[in-house]
């Protein structure tokens, strides 16, 4: 069975930084696509990046410069370096496997196949 752990999250304040990561029990290699989603009380659960197994990165418009998202195939981490974080990224951040894709990676949640159980980060202003 695949297992998800994140780590890293926590409280910072504006304009802060976080690098989470997130640990599978198998390679990366068995994922075509890593990705990284936040959910807000009360929002729906939204893509922040993603990173194919061919290291194609794609984040999404409101962290583009701020955020970055690297996997390491053979260890089985992958994380996410967070800087200059605002308040209204207060969320909890979880990282998701696809275990086939194409070229690119998904930013629809639902066709991820496994999921950690989410680490809170806290940003106050």
């Known amino acids: 069975q695949v297992q998800l752990v994140e780590s890293g999250g926590g409280s910072v304040q504006a304009g802060g930084s976080l690098n989470l990561s997130c640990a599978a029990s198998?390679?990366?290699?068995?994922?075509?696509?890593m990705a990284w989603f936040r959910q807000a009380p009360g929002k729906e659960r939204e893509g922040v990046a993603s990173?194919?197994?061919?290291?194609?990165?794609s984040l999404a418009d409101s962290v583009k410069g701020r955020f970055s998202i690297v996997r390491d195939n053979a260890k089985g981490i992958l994380y996410l370096q967070m800087n200059s974080l605002k308040p209204e990224e207060t969320a909890v951040y979880y990282c998701?496997?696809?275990?086939?894709?194409?070229?690119?990676?998904?930013?629809?949640?639902?066709?991820?196949?496994?999921w950690g159980q989410g680490t809170q980060v806290t940003v106050s202003s």
């Open positions: 198998i390679s990366l290699y068995n994922f075509a696509c």
């Open positions: 990173i194919s197994v061919f290291s194609l990165t």
């Open positions: 998701a496997a696809l275990r086939q894709g194409g070229v690119t990676c998904p930013r629809a949640p639902s066709v991820y196949d496994y």
